[in-house]
Structures are given as C-alpha cells and as structure tokens.
C-alpha cells in the first residue's frame, strides 16, 4: 500500500479477498490522503489526518486562565483599596 509514493503498509488478504492493514505514514500533514493498494487491481481509500492536542493545550489553556484571573483579582483589589478611603 502506498501514498504519495511512500510505502504506507503492507497486507495480504484473506480467502475473500478481503484485508485490513494499519496504515503508517513516516511525514504526513492534516487533511486527506489517498492510500492506493496494488493487488492485480488497483483499489484507492482515503485517510483523514487531524490534529488533536492531549495535556498540552490545555495545559496552556489554564495558564491563560490563571492569569486572566489573577489580573482581574488585581483590578478589584485596586477598586476596593480605593473605596476604604
């Protein structure tokens, strides 16, 4: 099987005529790539490649949000010291 020229998996099938392969790609970028398996007949699927971040976004996420918050924490601080006088 390949994609774009690049050897993506091998498989054989069974007495059906049937198969199932991982498919690995070495470089790939998001969006759809076609996977043709060459087997007397050429046979052509596509691959859907997203991106998904695990504990890294959110990681960041609340690091934005911590200090969304402790800014507005300061703010209101300020606004009360303010008021006490």
């Given at each position: ?12 099938a069974d ?7 991982p498919v ?62």
């Open positions: 099987m390949t994609s774009l020229g690049q050897s993506v998996g091998n498989t054989t007495d059906n005529g049937e198969f199932k392969s690995k790609f070495a470089n790939i970028e998001p969006g759809r790539h076609k996977v043709r398996a060459e087997c007397g007949i050429t046979l052509v699927g596509n691959v859907d490649v997203t991106l998904s971040s695990s504990s890294g976004g959110t990681t960041s996420t609340l690091v934005v949000l911590l200090f969304f918050l402790l800014i507005g924490a300061a703010m209101l601080r300020r606004q009360f010291t303010g008021l006490r006088r």
